[in-house]
């Protein structure tokens, strides 16, 4: 029996669709084991993937497509890799003490933890990015800097790894979710499953 690592998405409204779904598509799809009979059952899939809001609503994101989250902050499984991706609604998020404070408390029990745009804003606002490389979307390099200031921010970078893992703009976040298959569960796995959904990977890691 593989175990699986649970892999949490934060999700909230005005969240951008490609900031989590890219990366879901990727841990959703990886296998262990190569080929395509191996994407018809769960078996070796090395991650299981869900998506958890404040509370368990409809979630409204960019371009106004509705989804459900699985869990919300009171009834989620434990989270090994924690996900926040970005979006127009980071910008409320930055000031809600019950987000900030449940990605702290996730961050402490969680083996890793990455963002995607400008998710990065509540990781540094949460003080995960003190003292660190980080990026974000180009739109908000200067605003990450002044959540926190001792972040070294990294720009024209799509993937930095320093403890934490930041991406880029959007679309930068499947490139983050193939560092984490890499990471995790090796080249191969990263290649194969980036061959099974037809992604072309050219993607330089910044790291500490």
Excluded at 5 to 22: C, E, Q, Y
Excluded at 24 to 41: K, P
Excluded at 150 to 168: L, M, Q
């Amino acid at each position: 029996m593989i175990k699986k690592n649970n892999i949490g998405i934060f999700i909230f409204n005005d969240v951008d669709i490609l900031d989590f779904s890219g990366p879901y598509e990727v841990f959703s799809r990886t296998r262990l084991v190569a080929g395509l009979e191996s994407r018809l059952s769960e078996e070796t899939s090395p991650f299981k993937v869900f998506t958890v809001s404040e509370q368990k609503k409809t979630i409204t994101v960019s371009g106004g497509l509705k989804i459900t989250a699985d869990y919300n902050f009171a009834n989620s499984p434990n989270i090994d890799i924690l996900l926040v991706p970005g979006g127009m609604g980071t910008r409320s998020l930055v000031e809600s003490e019950t987000t900030i404070e449940w990605i702290k408390n996730i961050a402490n029990i969680a083996s890793t933890v990455t963002s995607v745009c400008t998710g990065s804003l509540l990781l540094a606002k949460a003080g995960l990015l003190k003292n660190k490389k980080a990026t974000t979307h180009w739109g908000a390099l200067s605003l990450l800097k002044s959540i926190s200031a001792s972040t070294k921010v990294v720009s024209n970078e799509r993937v930095v790894k320093d403890g934490v893992i930041t991406s880029a703009g959007v679309s930068s976040g499947i490139d983050m979710a193939f560092t984490v298959v890499s990471m995790i569960c090796g080249e191969d796995v990263a290649y194969d499953t980036a061959k099974y959904i037809e992604y072309q990977r050219s993607v330089k890691v910044v790291s500490n």
